[in-house]
């Protein structure tokens, strides 16, 4: 047994402690596949990241556990530099659950150099939380990735308006995130995402209409266009 592999089971040891079965009932409430989960809080996963540090060998072994909770810290402690387009690909194959979706895509995929390339892939594919990676990693690109030009983000608005008409629940939503999250970035982008919406809306779908209605009422509110002539179109927030 390597160093690499004990050190990762005696965490998993140590998140069993934190098991919680209240918490694996409310997971499943809340629509997420709670088969191998502990239930652990993720305050106690960031805090577990938090005094690991970043290793790439030890991320790896925690999410070849197969444990919903380990896969979490996996990506919370995964080195971006070192992870590989291979890797990302294996494991976006892998998650059957919004919340492990979402804390890859805005812990660690978004950090690689393959984040752009793979919002047009996973979008376009059928598995729900592969094409909702798609969607989150958008969202979360225009976030976190402050010096991206508005070219990287203009290039998202048509896929977002291809696949609205997706009635699946976490699909939708992942869409319509990235559509307010474009929209949200500055005030040309806001334009440019208020038209798309506007566009979205015509579309013969329930989901499409939800997407769209629900972003135009946060793209047009006065707080979301008081904070983008304040910060004079180029702020995030």
Wanted: aromatic share 8%.
């Amino acid at each position: 047994m390597t160093e690499i592999t004990k050190k990762a089971e005696d965490i998993i040891k140590t998140l069993k402690k934190h098991a919680n079965p209240e918490a694996v009932e409310a997971m499943k409430r809340f629509g997420i596949k709670a088969e191998h989960a502990l239930g652990v809080s993720i305050h106690e996963l960031r805090r577990t990241a938090k005094s690991l540090g970043k290793n790439h060998g030890l991320a790896l072994q925690l999410w070849e556990s197969g444990i919903h909770d380990a896969r979490l810290l996996a990506s919370l402690v995964d080195e971006p530099a070192r992870v590989t387009e291979k890797q990302i690909e294996a494991w976006v194959m892998n998650i059957n659950s919004w919340d492990l979706c979402d804390l890859c895509c805005s812990n660690l995929f978004d950090k690689t150099p393959y984040a752009c390339k793979k919002c047009f892939e996973w979008s376009s594919m059928q598995g729900e939380f592969v094409k909702r990676a798609g969607f989150v990693m958008m969202a979360c690109l225009a976030v976190h990735d402050k010096e991206a030009p508005d070219s990287e983000f203009l290039q998202f608005l048509p896929v977002i308006k291809r696949e609205a008409n997706d009635e699946r629940n976490f699909v939708r939503k992942a869409v319509n995130w990235a559509l307010r999250q474009i929209g949200k970035r500055n005030t040309g982008l806001n334009r440019a995402a208020i038209k798309a919406a506007e566009d979205i809306k015509r579309l013969d779908s329930k989901a499409a209409s939800w997407i769209a209605s629900d972003a135009l009422r946060e793209l047009k509110s006065e707080a979301v266009q008081r904070r983008l002539r304040d910060r004079r179109g180029v702020g995030f927030y």
